[in-house]
């Protein structure tokens, strides 16, 4: 089939090419995959396009490396974007280093804090990160976000266990059993 003079392999029905586009999580490459069944089956470029929330030039990009590539070439490629300040390696060593934690005797603190750890990663490998960049380091590492919650240090824990409601004692813990 073609679309405005552009022949599109036949690799897959325009029918197979929906069902594809239903079952893949990668909505980009899914809206190309419906523009081709939609050029396939016989709409103008621009329209099949349209109706797939794209340009004609983009279709006719996608066709030629749908043509070129098979279903692979219509996934984006990756973008090169800025490069990471540190390697693969140092990046596992900072893993290590949070999931280790501090030594307290040694440090003086019983957990790191993003400003512990940028003044680590400058002095152990001399790459600066301002705290909030740190922050996005330990999530693309894997790590969230974790806050103790405040306790009291005179803090009564049988009175806390006595005041917790169990299934054990339902009856003498709700009204409504």
Known sequence: MAAHGLV????????????????????????????????????????????????GQALCDAIKRYNSEGLEG?????????????????????????????????????????????????????VSYHVGSMGRVLRRLGFSRQKARPSHPQKDEAAVAAFKKSPANAEKDCRYT
Do not use: C, F
């Open 8 to 55: 599109i392999s036949t690799e897959y029905s325009a029918q197979e090419l929906r069902g594809l586009a239903r079952a893949e999580v990668n909505r980009r490459a899914a809206l190309r995959m419906l523009a081709i069944a939609n050029a396939l089956d016989g709409l103008a470029r621009a329209e099949a396009g349209r109706l797939a929330g794209m340009s």
């Open 74 to 126: 219509l996934y984006d490629r990756p973008k090169s974007g800025r490069p990471r300040h540190l390697n693969a390696r140092q990046e596992r060593e900072l893993s290590a280093i949070v999931l280790a934690g501090p030594d307290v005797e040694k440090e003086g603190i019983s957990a790191y804090t993003r400003e512990d750890l940028a003044r680590i990663v400058r002095k152990k490998w001399r």
